[in-house]
């Protein structure tokens, strides 16, 4: 089930603007905007799982938007969760108004931003969460549940540490570290960004030449967060470094042959668009 609308409103999580920062400081929004709620943790709260229940609010150049996009694709749930792809307020106008309406009836007088990724209760009209590793634990963990049987096991237990540990070194490590990398008038923060960007690939590199997913030898969430990581990496980070930094990049030939190996299965090989649109199942 999903609703199509064209373009992106940018991702909820907002890195620091300044990427010479030690470290990205992940500024999610302050309360009344930050909304945590989680499905199946607390059923008196009325969020347990159920076919049909919720709706995904997605853009459609977001990172955090792709990984959950690919999540409900590897999951089988593109027929229980409904999907609405959101651009600007202008190109959009029903999209956006239809999550602003879910944001004022989560909080009374609700004036903050709206954003997405956004997981929305269809039966309250309330927002459950807009924190996107919640969002990917929840789909994983309990909405899963209701499919059928084949699906890979995305957040196994005993990964599930591994896991977040990975996305914290990507988000770090690789994409802020990239950022860092292509800072054009400080050189002493784009040296040190260099550094650190390709210190992780070279481990990761490691990692993939040792076995044929990020954790070992079956397909998670890990694998989800990596190849968007090194996506991004590519289309959009690697294009504003200098052609030396970005030869160093491009020299990891196991990432280069896990990112092509990956986009042949179909649910990392559709775009967004394609994967919310009309046609989709």
Not at 138 to 157: E, K, N
Request: charge should be negative; include cysteine.
């Amino acid at each position: 089930m999903s609703e199509t609308f064209p373009l992106s409103s940018g991702p909820a999580a907002l890195l620091d603007p300044d990427p010479c920062s030690a470290r990205p400081r992940i500024a999610p929004p302050a309360s009344p905007h930050r909304f945590r709620s989680r499905i199946g943790v607390d059923l008196a709260g009325g969020f347990y799982p159920a076919p049909h229940r919720y709706r995904l609010y997605l853009s459609a150049h977001c990172p955090l938007a792709l990984r959950v996009s690919i999540t409900l694709e590897l999951l089988g749930l593109r027929d229980t969760v409904t999907t609405t792809l959101l651009g600007r307020p202008d190109e959009t106008p029903e999209a956006f108004a239809s999550l602003r309406g879910a944001y004022e009836a989560t909080w009374h007088h609700y004036s903050g931003p709206v954003d997405a990724p956004a997981l929305c209760d269809r039966w309250t009209g309330r927002v459950v969460s807009n924190h996107t590793p919640d969002i990917l634990r929840d789909l994983a963990g309990h909405l899963s549940d209701h499919v059928g049987a084949g699906r890979p096991r995305l957040r196994p237990a005993a990964l599930a540490a591994d896991i977040d540990a990975l996305r914290e070194l990507l988000d770090a490590d690789i994409t802020h570290a990239a950022r860092q990398a292509a800072a054009v008038n400080e050189a002493e923060c784009r040296d040190a960004g260099l550094k650190r960007l390709l210190t992780a690939l070279g481990r990761l590199d490691r990692r993939l030449a040792a076995a044929p997913y990020a954790l070992g030898d079956e397909l998670t969430a890990a694998d989800v967060d990596l190849w968007v990581a090194l996506v991004q990496l590519d289309t959009e980070h690697r294009l504003r470094l200098d052609p030396d930094a970005a030869d160093q990049v491009s020299r990891h030939a196991h990432l280069r042959a896990y990112v092509r190996r990956l986009h042949a299965h179909p649910a990392f090989h559709t775009t967004l668009p394609e994967a919310l649109g009309p046609d989709a199942p």
